[in-house]
Structures are given as C-alpha cells and as structure tokens.
C-alpha cells in the first residue's frame, strides 16, 4: 500500500490481509511451493525470522467486522496493480476480497511499466516482491525506514514512523546479534501492526 496516496484506512488494509487464504493460494497456484506468509515480513531462511511475529491468518468474518467499524465507502474501486506473471495469485484475492464486500479490480501492465510506475509513486496498491541483496533482515526493513522514500530509496510504500525509524538506527549499529534480532522483531511487528503491506508467502527455490 502506498500510504501517502489516497491512503486507505488501516481498518481496510487489515481487512484485506485477513480476507484470503494463503495455505489454499499456496496449494493451488503455486504447488505448495514456498510458506505461507503468516507471520512478519521477513521471510524463513534468515536468521532472525521468528515465528513469535503475530501476523495475519485467513479470517473472513473479522475482516467484515472491520470494513462495518471503519468509514470506508465499499463501493469505491481499489484498484491492485500487477504484472500478467502474477495474474493469477492477484485474480483469486481479488476473487476473495469482492467476497467480503470490497470492490476490487485489476491493473494489468508491462512488467517494465510497472516497475516504473512503482518507483515514482504512481500506483495505491501493487503487487511486488523483494529477494534479499544480502542474508540480513536489514534489507528487507529498509523498505520502509522514511529516509528511503522512493525514489531515493527503496521504501515504495512510503510508510513513515518515528519509532521504526529509531529501532532502524539502533539496529545499525547494534552487534550483538541477540539485541539486533530483537530490534528487527519490534520493527516487523510494527509492520503487521500497521498493515503496511500484505505478506503472501516466503518463496522456496527448488534445484535439481
């Protein structure tokens, strides 16, 4: 979600994380291969992954509570935009997300293009993904420290917090790797807290 852009409220942007299933996308759409995103943002494989981060699980009745308790206007279009390599994964929340009562539609553009329109800021809600430079959550929390706002950085959603940002600063320079992981733990939390983006799965590679 881009959070400056005709922001959608939070209550809206967690309903849209509760409204799908990620273990039945997984096993119909993509072999079962990966895990379902159900915990934070940094995915298994990297050391401080933990398991202890409370993050979003299919809940379709929750998720219509929480449009009924917010302001929203259900008839208004939220528009997820996509590449047609990921048609298919966005078409079925699209499919759940009209199932709870959320007038979702599809933008289907050139892989370039969207890349392009991701960078300046140009699309509300997109489909994207993010392969680590380096095996460090660092990488991933960059994503979102304000200091990265797109486009001079690589934080897309433009997501800003005061105390994320502060854990981000103390997490640099942290050595202690316990502490460190502590710190990345409180900042993914922050992230499912907010609901500042929507985790579908840690991938999984298969080589033979």
């Excluded at 379709?60 to 308790?69: D, F, G």
């Excluded at 934080?155 to 992981?181: G, I, M």
Aim: glycine share 4%.
């Amino acid at each position: 979600f881009l959070l400056d852009k005709d922001p959608l409220p939070i209550e809206i942007r967690k309903a849209v994380n509760y409204g799908f299933d990620r273990f039945k996308m997984l096993k119909y759409l993509r072999n079962n291969i990966g895990y379902p995103a159900i915990y934070g943002f940094v995915p298994r494989g990297l050391p401080s992954f933990s398991d202890s981060i409370v993050g979003y699980q299919y809940n379709p009745e929750y998720a219509k509570e929480l449009i009924v308790n917010s302001d929203f206007d259900v008839k208004q279009e939220i528009i997820l935009s996509t590449t047609s390599s990921y048609l298919d994964l966005c078409e079925y929340i699209q499919s759940c997300l009209i199932d709870i009562g959320l007038n979702v539609s599809i933008d289907v553009n050139p892989a370039y293009t969207h890349r392009q329109m991701v960078a300046t800021s140009r699309l509300s809600f997109f489909r994207g993904s993010w392969i680590a430079d380096y095996p460090d959550a660092e990488n991933y929390f960059s994503l979102f420290y304000s200091a990265n706002f797109c486009p001079d950085g690589p934080n897309y959603t433009h997501f800003t917090s005061s105390e994320f940002d502060s854990l981000y600063v103390a997490s640099l320079s942290e050595s202690n790797l316990n502490k460190r992981y502590a710190l990345y733990n409180r900042m993914d939390q922050l992230l499912m807290d907010n609901a500042v983006v929507v985790p579908l799965y840690y991938d999984k590679v298969l080589r033979f």
